[in-house]
């Protein structure tokens, strides 16, 4: 495959609602279903790692959300604080 010196971190995320420990469980569980996706399809995993982040690395803080006109705005700037990005470790 492409580039086969490139190491990659997958990091989960959640928003803020729910238990703290509970999100980082969630979170953990987001980045390793990523992380089992992409060795499916070929990459080892030597080149991958994966760890949940939980609630601690948020897009959008709960002021700010609070600060949004509509329940819809909020839930969207919740969604996407719900999400796995990769970064380039090598």
Known sequence: ?????IHIELGGHTD???D????MTLS????KAV???IVNRGITVER??????GET?????????SKLATEKEKEAA????RRTEYKIIQ
């Open 1 to 5: 495959l492409a580039n086969p010196t």
């Open 16 to 18: 803020t609602r729910g």
């Open 20 to 23: 703290a420990v509970e999100n």
């Open 28 to 31: 953990t569980n987001r980045a």
């Open 35 to 37: 992380y089992d996706y």
């Open 48 to 53: 991958l790692t994966y760890k949940g982040y």
């Open 57 to 65: 690395v948020n897009i959008n803080t709960d002021d700010m959300i």
């Open 78 to 81: 919740h969604q996407e604080n």
